[in-house]
Nanobody, 119 residues
Framework: QVQLVESGGGDVQPGGSLELSCVAS????????MHWYRQAPGKERERVAF????????NYADDVKDRFTIARDNDKNTVYLRMHSLKPEDTAVYYC????????????WGAGTQVTVSS
């Protein structure tokens, strides 16, 4: 059974930092790229970052480039999102996602972790 469990969210002041983690189980983690998404109240879910299966390539949404870093530890089945210089507009529920398990169209999501940036 595929499981993705996010943690690390919380309340932080503008300019602060947080590190999110997503622990995966139920599949061969090192074989799959991983995504971080976020959804703010009243807005559609948007992709924040992606990292390839071995961590050699990655990409970011334009509004988080130079502030967020995605990383993974395949020995720990964990993908991270390190967030710096946080802004109020980063407030959202953050989710990790894996696609392509068993079929091209499959996707699995965690339950999310809330990040709130406010003074």
């Amino acid at each position: 059974q595929v499981q993705l469990v996010e943690s690390g969210g919380g309340d932080v002041q503008p300019g602060g930092s947080l590190e999110l983690s997503c622990v995966a189980s139920g599949f061969t983690f090192s074989h799959y790229g991983m995504h971080w998404y976020r959804q703010a109240p009243g807005k559609e879910r948007e992709r924040v970052a992606f990292i390839s299966s071995r961590g050699r390539t990655w990409n970011y949404a334009d509004d988080v480039k130079d502030r967020f870093t995605i990383a993974r530890d395949n020995d720990k089945n964990t993908v991270y999102l390190r967030m710096h210089s946080l802004k109020p507009e980063d407030t959202a529920v953050y989710y990790c996602c894996v696609r392509g398990l068993g079929s091209v169209s499959s996707e699995y999501w965690g339950a999310g972790t809330q990040v709130t940036v406010s003074s």
